[in-house]
């Protein structure tokens, strides 16, 4: 059965990044909030500009995300407000709207705003929408850290394995002492809660000890064969666990 790792050492790259979430609507602020912890992002919520403010002032956002309705201050008056201030003018700007197509939307773009989520927003939008403002090589499927069991079947007398690894549906890392080089094709079968998978991967990058996500040696994978419906599970694996605990309708 797979589980959530609740002792593995992460080395994050995001230290004393933090994206701030703006919008009077406590249920969504609460929504948004646990899925970007989820996606392992710092977050601070505000439900009034004039907490964004006080915030701003003592330490910038990679991002906020805003809604388009909070209480006390136009959201674009507040966008303009802080791309005039030296300190705040290079926060990326996404917003968020439960009418699409409104003249507020149109103008959110023309105040400088990156991007503009329809709610209610689903994880995966969501996770694109910021990984395309705040990473440098940004991706396009959530990943998630489990322990499974894995065997790789290309090579002889492997076994099942549990190995610690971040799952997408395009690839895995995968975490072992002796990796293989840059290149190789590897068949692997992955144990989905009972379900076999069978991939064919190529390594995509060695990870060396205290470099890679659990600061443990490894190797990234990309997928080059999966069965339309063996991804499909994979994806729909990813979703659960991410929404776990979640209500899916709080926005």
Known sequence: MAEKSTTA????????RFILLVDSDPKNLLYLSTLLRRFDY????????????ELVTSSVPSLIITSLDI???DSL??????????????????????QEGT????????????????????????????????????RTCIRIQMLLPVKIT?????????????????????ACEEPAAVNTRLSLLINLNGRLIP????VLQVIQHSE??????????????????????????IRDDVMRGIEPNAT
């Open 199 to 202: 991939v064919e991967a190529t």
């Open 9 to 16: 050492k992460k080395k994050s790259h995001r230290k004393g």
């Open 212 to 237: 890679g996500p659990h600061l443990q040696a490894g190797m990234a994978l990309e997928f080059v064969q999966i069965a339309l419906e063996d991804k499909e599970a994979i994806r729909q694996f």
């Open 71 to 73: 209480k006390d201050m």
């Open 103 to 138: 003249s507020k939307q149109k103008r959110s773009f023309l105040c400088g705003a990156s991007d503009c989520l329809s709610l209610p927003v689903t994880p995966e939008r969501l996770y694109r929408a910021v990984q395309k403002e705040v990473e440098r090589t940004p």
């Open 77 to 98: 008056t507040l966008m303009q407000a802080l791309k005039k201030s030296p300190q705040t003018v290079g926060i990326p700007f996404i917003t968020m709207t439960r």
């Open 154 to 174: 290309s090579m002889p007398g492997e076994a099942y394995r549990t190995c610690m690894l971040d799952l997408s549906e395009r690839g895995i890392f995968l």
């Open 42 to 53: 710092q977050t601070y919520t505000a439900n009034t500009a004039r907490e964004v403010f």
